[in-house]
Structure formats: C-alpha cells, structure tokens
C-alpha cells in the first residue's frame, strides 16, 4: 500500500509543470468569448475552474480535512462567497493584481492546507488559526486570481457587468463539477486501510506542489 502511494505522489509531481501551465488564458478561450455571447463567458468560466490546479488543490486539502457533507458544504459554501466577492468587486472596479503575484500567494494556500493537514502546526506547538477565517480568506485571494484571469480577456464595455456575472455562475458550474468526485472518492476511501498512507502522500504532495507553483510564479514574476 504504501508502494502504491509513493507512484501515486511521483506521478503527482510529474505533472506540476504541465498543471502550471494549463492555468493560462488561450487564443481559443478569447475566441470563443468573442462569437458565443454570454453563454461563452459560463463556458470559459466553468473551463478555467476545471483546469484551475491551484484552486483545485486547495479544495482538495479542505475537503481531506472534514469529516461530514455538512462540514464539507459549509467550508465549501464559505470558499466560495469569499471568492465570488473578489471576483465580482475587483473586475467591476477593474482592480486588478499581477497575476503571477497573485498565483504566488494562492500557491502558498495550497502548500498551508498540506502542512495544517499533516499536523504541521502541532508540531511546531502552535495553535492553527481558524480553519473557517482562514479558508474565507484565502477564498478572498483566490477571487483575486480569477478576477486577474477574466481581466486578462478584452471582453468590451458591453454588458459589462452581465459578463462578469456569467463568467462567476461558470466559475461555480465548474467548481461544483470538479468537487463530485473528489469529495466521491475521498469519502469512499476512508476508512479502507491503504487510506492513511493515501492521506499522508496526497497532503504531502500539497505542500510540495505549493512550493513548485510559488517558485515558477516567482519567477515568471521577474521575468515578465
């Protein structure tokens, strides 16, 4: 078992560039927001959350660390006002962070979900800050990031604010998408033997894919 999740982790770690650079804006995506009206803008929305990572691995490591649907829909319910505020305010205002700034530091909300969930902070005799406040407010930054993606579109002045909606609702189509069967197979795991070693690989993973996307943001950052 234990084999097993060490070729999981590997394999994991094979796919950091490849998650890293799957997180861009494409010819493709502007293209498409072009010629499909609002409906595009669900579209490219719900695309951008599924082939999100760094999103994605954070959700991951908060759901590993609850234990109920209820808990599960609570944290889940919570991430997501925090980034919808974000994401909705910083676009209408047009306020928007460096992008690879801003990745850096959602970089560095995965790489703390994988340390708080190996115990790290325990070991350190520290008190871990609420989970609640910390996952609104790493919601908060990750609306940052997907307000600094939508930005990074040309979507016009037209229906400005119509599009920034449908690009959220496409946001949360894909969340929801992407969190099925992950919240599926983690909960269909537990309490299997081989799920400890799994917990263990997957969070350590966490903290190691954190600090992969946070030194490639960085240096995408002085390198732009």
Not at 113 to 131: D, V
Request: charged content about 10%; glycine content about 10%.
């Amino acid at each position: 078992m234990l084999r097993s999740s060490k070729r999981i982790l590997l394999c994991l770690i094979l796919l950091l560039p490849v998650m890293a650079f799957a997180h861009g804006v494409s010819s493709t995506d502007q293209a498409t927001l072009d010629s499909g009206g609002l409906l595009s803008y669900i579209y490219v929305g719900a695309k951008h959350m599924l082939t999100g990572y760094d999103h994605l691995l954070f959700l991951v490591g908060v759901v590993f660390y609850l234990k109920g649907f209820k808990d599960i829909l609570k944290f889940i319910t919570v991430f997501t006002i925090g980034h919808c505020i974000t994401l909705l305010g910083a676009t209408y205002l047009s306020f928007k962070v460096d992008e690879h700034l801003i990745d850096a530091v959602i970089a560095l909300s995965v790489l703390y979900k994988g340390f708080e969930n190996l115990g790290g902070f325990k070991k350190l005799n520290i008190n871990a800050p609420n989970l609640l406040a910390m996952v609104f407010g790493f919601g908060l930054i990750h609306g940052l990031g997907l307000s600094a993606r939508l930005q990074s579109f040309d979507i016009g002045t037209d229906q400005f604010l119509a599009k920034i909606l449908c690009f959220n609702v496409g946001v949360e189509i894909g969340q929801i998408l992407a969190l099925i069967p992950i919240v599926f197979l983690i909960s269909l795991w537990k309490g299997k033997k081989s799920y400890l070693p799994f917990y263990k690989a997957a969070n350590v993973y966490l903290v190691i894919a954190g600090i992969g996307l946070f030194i490639y943001q960085l240096v995408g950052y002085f390198n732009s």
